[in-house]
């Protein structure tokens, strides 16, 4: 690409764990998402030009995941191209949902684009960890790896990394409730045990080896039976105001199943039709009414493709988001 071209990548949101998949399970929605904005230009290293979206982001490249991303391709490439960079967010931060990933699976994209596609989409998973890296302190897959190969993935381990794409063998519709409170992924993750009990962890692994077979064996009730987290939902639950409500309520509706999504807040509830994920939003809705706190839901279909290109045209100085 020329110094007058960009290209518009969208990452969306994801829901990692999905109950039993603790740290190596996750799934691509179809919306929220974020979209990052990349060209070539004659400055030389990585500069972020505008953010929308959001207040409080770093414009440092050093500091955003953005440009932490970016760079790490340049380097591994051994290039000193100038990439210019502009990030809209359009998913709340701290949420759940893979914010973060988001932001560095569209960045990968992106730039990849600009250098002329030398990394495949899995390839650029190993960069958009790095986003993680930056964020959380932790270069973790469960939220990139979806966001950037669509459907469900599962991590099977990180030395060396083994990324497993599953897509999306029957429909899925995913309902998302986001209380709008914080919650640290730090203090989520600080109050979980080091260590299991062996008759829970058994548990758990039937769980994730039966949701895995439920997929690929198109058996919604064995995936029904097999959402559930043994371990981590009981520890982690008591730090969202009405969680064990607004699922009874979920599954009540029809939901196959449901949880906390990545590290929370949200609540995450998977239904076999779109009408179904709509009747089971209007009951974790009816939970929160009146409870003063404020919410944000969202419907989508789990979908086959995560990352996509949007855009590509000649460049405009102001890019408007």
Same mark, same amino acid.
């Given at each position: 690409?020329?110094?007058?071209?960009?290209?518009?990548?969208?990452?969306?949101?994801?829901?990692?764990?999905?109950?039993?998949?603790?740290?190596?399970?996750?799934?691509?929605?179809?919306?929220?998402?974020?979209?990052?904005?990349?060209?070539?230009?004659?400055?030389?290293?990585?500069?972020?030009?505008?953010?929308?979206?959001?207040?409080?982001?770093?414009?440092?490249?050093?500091?955003?995941?953005?440009?932490?991303?970016?760079?790490?391709?340049?380097?591994?490439?051994?290039?000193?191209?100038?990439?210019?960079?502009?990030?809209?967010?359009?998913?709340?931060?701290?949420?759940?949902? =893979?914010?973060?990933? +988001? *932001?560095?699976? !569209?960045? #990968?994209?992106? &730039?990849?684009?600009? %250098?002329?596609?030398? @990394?495949?989409?899995?390839?650029?998973?190993?960069?958009?960890?790095? =986003?993680?890296?930056? +964020? *959380?302190?932790? !270069?973790? #897959?469960?939220? &990139?790896?979806?966001? %950037?190969?669509?459907? @469900?993935?599962?991590?099977?381990?990180?030395?060396?990394?083994?990324?497993?794409?599953?897509?999306?063998?029957?429909?899925?519709?995913?309902?998302?409730?986001?209380?709008?409170?914080?919650?640290?992924?730090?203090?989520?993750?600080?109050?979980?045990?080091?260590?299991?009990?062996?008759?829970?962890?058994?548990?758990?692994?039937?769980?994730?080896?039966?949701?895995?077979?439920?997929?690929?064996?198109?058996?919604?009730?064995?995936?029904?039976?097999?959402?559930?987290?043994?371990?981590?939902?009981?520890?982690?639950?008591?730090?969202?105001?009405?969680?064990?409500?607004?699922?009874?309520?979920?599954?009540?509706?029809?939901?196959?199943?449901?949880?906390?999504?990545?590290?929370?807040?949200?609540?995450?509830?998977?239904?076999?039709?779109?009408?179904?994920?709509?009747?089971?939003?209007?009951?974790?809705?009816?939970?929160?009414?009146?409870?003063?706190?404020?919410?944000?839901?969202?419907?989508?279909?789990?979908?086959?493709?995560?990352?996509?290109?949007?855009?590509?045209?000649?460049?405009?100085?102001?890019?408007?988001?």
């Amino acid at each position: 690409m020329n110094e007058n071209e960009f290209v518009k990548a969208y990452a969306p949101a994801t829901v990692a764990n999905v109950c039993c998949g603790f740290d190596v399970l996750g799934f691509a929605l179809d919306q929220p998402g974020d979209e990052v904005w990349a060209r070539k230009s004659e400055t030389h290293g990585i500069t972020i030009s505008d953010i929308k979206g959001i207040e409080n982001l770093s414009f440092d490249p050093k500091e955003n995941v953005i440009g932490v991303v970016a760079q790490k391709m340049l380097d591994t490439l051994g290039l000193s191209t100038g990439i210019e960079l502009q990030l809209h967010k359009g998913m709340p931060v701290g949420s759940g949902l =893979g914010s973060s990933a +988001a *932001s560095s699976a !569209a960045a #990968a994209f992106a &730039v990849n684009q600009v %250098l002329g596609s030398p @990394f495949t989409v899995q390839e650029l998973v190993t960069y958009a960890m790095e =986003g993680e890296r930056k +964020a *959380s302190g932790s !270069a973790h #897959a469960d939220n &990139v790896a979806p966001s %950037l190969l669509g459907g @469900f993935v599962l991590v099977r381990d990180y030395e060396p990394l083994d990324v497993v794409p599953l897509g999306v063998p029957l429909e899925l519709y995913c309902t998302i409730l986001y209380p709008q409170i914080e919650l640290k992924t730090s203090l989520s993750r600080s109050i979980l045990k080091q260590e299991i009990p062996l008759k829970k962890g058994i548990r758990q692994w039937g769980n994730l080896a039966g949701l895995m077979a439920g997929l690929l064996k198109k058996d919604y009730d064995l995936i029904g039976r097999s959402l559930h987290d043994e371990i981590f939902e009981p520890e982690r639950s008591v730090l969202i105001p009405l969680f064990k409500q607004v699922k009874a309520a979920a599954i009540k509706a029809g939901a196959l199943g449901g949880g906390i999504s990545g590290s929370g807040p949200s609540i995450f509830a998977l239904s076999a039709s779109m009408q179904q994920a709509q009747a089971v939003k209007e009951a974790m809705e009816a939970i929160y009414a009146g409870s003063g706190i404020e919410t944000k839901t969202y419907v989508s279909q789990v979908p086959e493709q995560g990352v996509r290109l949007v855009a590509q045209s000649t460049f405009q100085p102001a890019l408007p988001l």
